[in-house]
C-alpha cells in the first residue's frame, strides 16, 4: 500500500494551491479518501473528506475554499486550495478509512497514510 502526495509549495495569501494523492497497493476506488493536515505545534486535523462516490465532507474554516475530488479511474485524489490564508500553512496528508468506528474526522479510523507535503501560505 503506497500513498503519495505532491503539489505542495509556497504561495502568497489569496492564491490557490493543488494538491494530489496517488494511491496504489489497494482498490482505491473502495474507500472514504481524506485530507489531513498538521500545523506546527498543533495537532493533525480533519480538512475534507470524500466517498467512493463522491460526497463531500469538510471542516467548517475551509468550506467555500477548498474542493475535494478524485478520480477512480487514475487512483488518485486532489484538494483544491482557493482563498488560502496564513493559517493554512501546515503539512498536508492523504488517508484511506480503513474502519468505521469513530467517523470520517477521526484519525484513529485510517490505516493508510501518505508522507505529507507541505503547504506554506507566506507574503
Known amino acids: 500500500v503506497q500513498l503519495v502526495e505532491s503539489g505542495g509549495g509556497l504561495v502568497h495569501p489569496g492564491g490557490s494551491l493543488r494538491v494530489s494523492c496517488a494511491a496504489s497497493?489497494?482498490?482505491?476506488?473502495?474507500?472514504?479518501m481524506s485530507w489531513f493536515r498538521q500545523a506546527p505545534g498543533k495537532e493533525r486535523e480533519f480538512v475534507a473528506g470524500?466517498?467512493?462516490?463522491?460526497?463531500?465532507e469538510y471542516t467548517d474554516s475551509v468550506k467555500g475554499r477548498f474542493t475535494i475530488s478524485r478520480d477512480n479511474a487514475k487512483n488518485t485524489m486532489y484538494l483544491q486550495m482557493n482563498s488560502l490564508k496564513p493559517e493554512d500553512t501546515a503539512v498536508y496528508s492523504c488517508?484511506?478509512?480503513?474502519?468505521?468506528?469513530?467517523?470520517?474526522?477521526?484519525?484513529?479510523?485510517?490505516?493508510?497514510w501518505g508522507p505529507g507535503t507541505q503547504v506554506t501560505v507566506s507574503s
Open positions: 488517508a484511506a478509512r480503513t474502519s468505521q468506528y469513530r467517523g470520517p474526522e477521526a484519525e484513529s479510523d485510517y490505516g493508510y
Open positions: 497497493g489497494f482498490t482505491f476506488s473502495h474507500y472514504y
Open positions: 470524500i466517498t467512493w462516490a463522491g460526497r463531500q
